[in-house]
């Protein structure tokens, strides 16, 4: 079946310590998106990038990078994760960036920062 | 600003029907969703509405006034299963969605 993945689907870190999340699409979609949610929140767009164009969210902090090496997967990188970066972190897919744009999520990645 | 409202938390019984309101006020509109997503797991799609009006897929249906900035979705022959939290998101003029943050569905017995 097509689908989104994510691995892990559960990390734990330390305060500082770097971690990289990731997600691989076997849909062939165009765009892909990070996003953030926390507890009861709604989730927070941190990038998205349609094709190999990036685009960064204005408040995603600096601290959050991402990179997209070809179609199929995209990494997200926390340089130095702090308390307030604990999540659920979901990778997103979508055909286009157009009209009618259904989004296909991941399982999420849950990260604790202890 | 761009903001979604829907309650926090609804609480319904088993075989009852419950309907989830949404009102957004977004920087232009080219469509809204409902997602759904059990506790730990990512969102999964319901519905979409561009149109107004109502659009029925099995026991789902959602609604859409774009002239209040209103929708609903309405869940019939409730399920133990349909205890998850129903997200709104629209999509604004520059096709990003922008999410509420969701409403907690808890089924009862």
């Known amino acids: 079946d097509a689908m989104v993945i994510q691995n892990p689907r559960y990390q734990v870190t330390q305060f500082g310590k770097p971690v990289t999340l990731s997600c691989s699409q076997t849909l062939n979609h165009n765009v892909m998106y990070w996003y953030q949610q926390k507890s009861s929140q709604a989730p927070k767009l941190l990038f998205h990038y349609y094709d190999k164009d990036f685009n960064n969210e204005a408040d995603t902090p600096d601290n959050f990078q991402s990179r997209r090496p070809n179609t199929s997967f995209c990494f997200l990188d926390i340089r130095s994760p702090g308390l307030g970066d604990a999540a659920m972190y979901l990778c997103?897919?979508?055909?286009?960036?157009?009209?009618?744009?259904?989004?296909?999520f991941g399982p999420g990645t849950r990260l604790t920062v202890l | 600003g761009q903001n979604i409202d829907q309650p926090t938390e609804m609480t319904a019984t088993e075989g009852a029907i419950v309907q989830i309101n949404c009102t957004y006020q977004t920087s232009g509109f080219n469509g809204l969703f409902w997602y759904q997503q059990h506790a730990g797991e990512a969102p999964t799609f319901l519905s979409y509405?561009?149109l107004d009006g109502l659009e029925e897929k099995g026991r789902f249906s959602s609604f859409l006034s774009r002239s209040k900035g209103y929708s609903y979705l309405l869940l019939k022959e409730l399920q133990m299963k349909d205890s998850a939290s129903y997200l709104c998101a629209v999509e604004d003029s520059n096709y990003q969605l922008i999410w509420g943050a969701g409403t907690k569905l808890i089924i009862k017995p």
């Open positions: 509405n561009v």
């Open positions: 997103a897919t979508s055909r286009t960036s157009g009209s009618y744009n259904e989004q296909f």
